[in-house]
């Protein structure tokens, strides 16, 4: 490990073997990390394709959910509304020295977790890289990206020296937040655009350029600034409206998680992402009619 060799490595656990996590279990067997996937059933190895082009032949180290080996760190890239189930049905596992890492989009599992594990160290992440499984055994590198990460809780200096090596090599360049929920807001005003509006209208991140878009995208800024502002966090609309446009650049050739969960059938984030929006919007009292345009509109595409 660079610059940590010090330092034992946490036997890390990552639920699922998703897109995210499959490409974070790639990422430990490059660094020599001792991991294992948490998985419902046995696996076949995962032939991955790098943001280089570059083929890879895995075979993943998996242990049954229902039987996990011992481990000290937890990974959770899974939907948000997965988080509380897949905890509870590990919870005779987790003990209060273990630490949890929260990895998806959205917001409010964090409030849920703290109540169900208060006393163990939580880290709040995001990150922007991207990854697309076109099937169960083949895994695509789409797109290199940041990761924000920081802690929810009150730590020891030295678990932290220890950790946030460990993690910032993962998914890098990442960055440790002294208040997580900034990056996190910052990160749900990107999905709260991006999300719904190419789950709705079918199409790929790239075309909300077109300029039927624009007056959209700019009323779910300006609504979601409000609310970040009367919670403590003040960003303007325009910073918001760029940091959209910026990810829509970036991402251009992508589907959205929530256009391919729809497109599949399966459940969305939207209450953790506009449906987070319009709940805080409602105890501060504050009018968002296009993020709740857009929680409708899913709700019933779902």
């Known amino acids: 490990m660079q610059n940590n060799s010090q330092v034992t490595c ?6 699922g073997s998703g897109a995210i996590g499959g490409l974070i279990g790639f990422k430990c067997r490059q660094l020599g990390y001792d991991y294992q996937h948490l998985v419902k059933s046995q696996q076949s190895p995962i032939h991955l394709t790098d943001i280089s ?6 075979t993943p180290k998996i242990s049954l959910i229902s039987k996990p080996q011992p481990f000290d760190l937890l990974i959770l890239p899974v939907k948000a509304y997965q988080v509380l189930a897949v905890l509870k049905q590990l919870h005779s596992y987790i003990h209060p020295q273990h630490l949890i890492v929260l990895l998806h989009n959205g917001m409010g599992t964090i409030e849920q977790v703290k109540e169900m594990l208060p006393n163990n160290p939580l880290i709040a992440a995001t990150t922007s890289y991207g990854a697309f499984k076109p099937d169960t055994n083949t895994l695509i590198e ?5 990761t924000h990460l920081g802690w929810i809780n009150d ?5 932290r020296h220890a950790i946030e090596p460990i993690l910032s090599a993962l998914l890098p360049p990442s960055h440790w937040h002294q208040d997580i929920s900034l990056a ?15 789950a709705i209208y079918n199409i790929k991140n790239g075309e909300l350029t077109n300029a039927k878009y624009q007056e959209t995208i700019h009323k779910i800024c300006d609504e979601v600034s409000s609310v970040m502002g009367a919670t403590g966090y003040s960003v303007s609309k325009a910073e918001l409206v760029t940091n959209v446009r910026q990810v829509i650049s ?3 050739n992508n589907y959205s ?7 599949h059938n399966r459940p969305s984030e939207i209450d953790f992402i506009n449906g987070y929006v319009t709940a805080k919007a409602t ?3 504050i009018e968002v009619p296009y993020n709740q345009r857009m929680l409708e509109q899913i709700k019933l595409l779902e």
């Open 10 to 15: 946490p036997k890390l656990a990552i639920v």
């Open 53 to 58: 082009g570059e083929s890879h032949s895995l």
């Open 142 to 146: 789409t797109g290199l990206g940041q």
């Open 155 to 159: 730590v020891d200096e030295t678990v």
């Open 184 to 198: 996190l807001w910052k990160k749900l005003a990107v999905n709260a655009v991006i999300n719904p509006l190419t």
């Open 250 to 252: 970036a991402t251009a």
């Open 257 to 263: 998680s929530m256009h391919q969960d729809i497109k």
């Open 283 to 285: 105890t501060l009292q």
